[in-house]
C-alpha cells in the first residue's frame, strides 16, 4: 500500500512569504505528526493530530506556525512571514493511533529553503 | 520528562566490523515504548524495532540484534558485519504510556566504508 506521502518535495521561498506544506497520512491511521529537522540535526516535534483534533501544538516555534487536518486524513502545515530560521526538512509521519506501541511512519519530508 | 541520549554523535567503521550504538533513555513512567528508526541519506525514516518495557528479551533481525536493560536504561542496537548499506543516521526514541509523541535522540552517524 502506499507510505506517506509529503508534497512539495523541495520549496524554495523568499523571506516574509507564506508557505503551505501538505502531507497524506497512511490510509486508516487516525494520527499525524509533523517534525522539523534542521541540517544535521535531530527531530523537532512541532504538532500532532488525532483525528481533526491537535491534542498537542506545544512544538510550533512561533504563531507564524499552524496546521490543520481535515477529514481525518490530509493535512497543511503553513508557515506565515517565513524567515531564514524556517529552513528545515519538514517531516510528516503518522500511526495507526497516537500512543502507546504505535510505530510512526514517515514520509519523505519537503525542503524548505527560506532566501 | 521524557529523555534519550545518544551519545556517539558519529562512528566509522570498515565493513564487515560490528558496530554498537548506544541509547540511554529517562522517564519516571513504568510502562513505555523504545523504537529505533534510520535515516540513510535518502533521508526518509524508516522504522527498524520496537520494545516495550515489559519485554526484555533481547531480539535479533539478521545482522541486527537490541539488548535491552532496564537496569541501566538502555537499548542498544548492533549491527553486526557491517555493510556499506548500512550508513545512515539512526534514532533511538521514547515514548511513555502517557504521552502520545516521540522523544527523538539526537541521532548517531554511521559511516561505513569499503
Known amino acids: 500500500g502506499a507510505g506517506v506521502s509529503q508534497s512539495p518535495s523541495n520549496k524554495v521561498t523568499e523571506k516574509g512569504k507564506d508557505v503551505e506544506l501538505r502531507c497524506d497520512p497512511i490510509?486508516?491511521?487516525?494520527?499525524l505528526y509533523w517534525y522539523r529537522q534542521s541540517l544535521g540535526q535531530g527531530l523537532e516535534f512541532l504538532i500532532y493530530?488525532?483525528?481533526?483534533?491537535?491534542?498537542?501544538k506545544s512544538g510550533l516555534p512561533s504563531d507564524r506556525f499552524s496546521a490543520e487536518r481535515t477529514g481525518g486524513s490530509v493535512s497543511t502545515l503553513t508557515i506565515q512571514r517565513t524567515q531564514q530560521e524556517d529552513s528545515a526538512v519538514y517531516l510528516c509521519?503518522?500511526?495507526?493511533?497516537?500512543?502507546?506501541?504505535?510505530?510512526?511512519?514517515f514520509g519523505p519530508g519537503t525542503r524548505l529553503t527560506v532566501l | 520528562a521524557q529523555k534519550v541520549t545518544q551519545a556517539q554523535t558519529e562512528i566509522s567503521v570498515v565493513e564487515k566490523e560490528d558496530v554498537t550504538l548506544d541509547c540511554v533513555y529517562e522517564?519516571?513512567?513504568?510502562?513505555?515504548?523504545l523504537f529505533w528508526y534510520k535515516q540513510p541519506p535518502s533521508g526518509e525514516l524508516v522504522f527498524l524495532i520496537r520494545?516495550?518495557?515489559?519485554?526484555?528479551q533481547n531480539e535479533i533481525s539478521g545482522r541486527y540484534s537490541w539488548n535491552f536493560q532496564k537496569s541501566t536504561s538502555s537499548f542498544n542496537f548492533t549491527i553486526t558485519a557491517s555493510q556499506v548499506v548500512d550508513s545512515a543516521v539512526y534514532f533511538c526514541?521514547?515514548?511513555?504510556?502517557?504521552?502520545?509523541?516521540?522523544?527523538f535522540g539526537k541521532g548517531t552517524m554511521l559511516l561505513v566504508s569499503p
Open positions: 509521519a503518522s500511526s495507526f493511533y497516537a500512543g502507546g506501541d504505535n510505530e510512526q511512519f
Open positions: 490510509s486508516g491511521h487516525t494520527a
Open positions: 493530530f488525532q483525528g481533526n483534533s491537535a491534542p498537542d
Open positions: 522517564t519516571r513512567d513504568t510502562t513505555y515504548y
Open positions: 520494545r516495550n518495557s515489559f519485554d526484555e
Open positions: 526514541a521514547l515514548r511513555d504510556s502517557g504521552y502520545s509523541t516521540l522523544t
